[in-house]
């Protein structure tokens, strides 16, 4: 994987695990069509990721929880994993952008301070 590679579609046959070993890696699988908004957003991606009880759900608080998984999960190497991701955030093209940008920001933010990688695969 490119040093720049933050969000990768998978082929059919491929599964979200075959991006890293999976002794080492934290994957996060959500489904698109259960995230259809922003709200839906923040409740999931703190499910899946565990983030703490004092997540504010808002825009700089996953970043801030994005930019620290490596201090609070055991791994390597980070993936959001999401199935049909045409259907992730449908409800708004501002929030999917927002994410996007944030998702980005917070996986160059972790391969700089920790040498680690956070990936988004649509699969």
């Known amino acids: ?10 082929s059919e046959q ?5 991006i890293f070993p999976a002794s ?3 994957i996060a699988k959500t489904d698109g069509k259960a995230v259809p908004d922003k ?3 923040m ?20 970043l801030d929880c994005l930019r620290s998984l490596p201090d609070e999960l055991e791994a390597d190497n980070f993936i959001l994993a999401v199935k ?6 449908n409800s708004s093209s501002e929030d999917k952008k927002t994410f996007e940008e944030i998702f980005a920001e917070a996986a160059v933010f972790i391969e700089e301070a920790y040498k680690k990688k ?3 695969a649509e699969y």
Request: hydrophobic share 40%.
């Open 84 to 89: 049909d991701y045409p259907s992730f955030l």
């Open 43 to 62: 409740k999931e991606l703190a499910s899946v990721f565990r983030f703490p009880g004092y997540f504010g759900e808002n825009w700089d608080a996953l």
């Open 39 to 41: 709200n839906s957003l």
């Open 14 to 18: 491929q599964k979200p695990e075959s």
């Open 24 to 26: 080492d890696c934290f």
């Open 1 to 10: 994987m490119k040093k720049t590679e933050v969000f990768i579609k998978l």
């Open 118 to 120: 956070l990936v988004l």
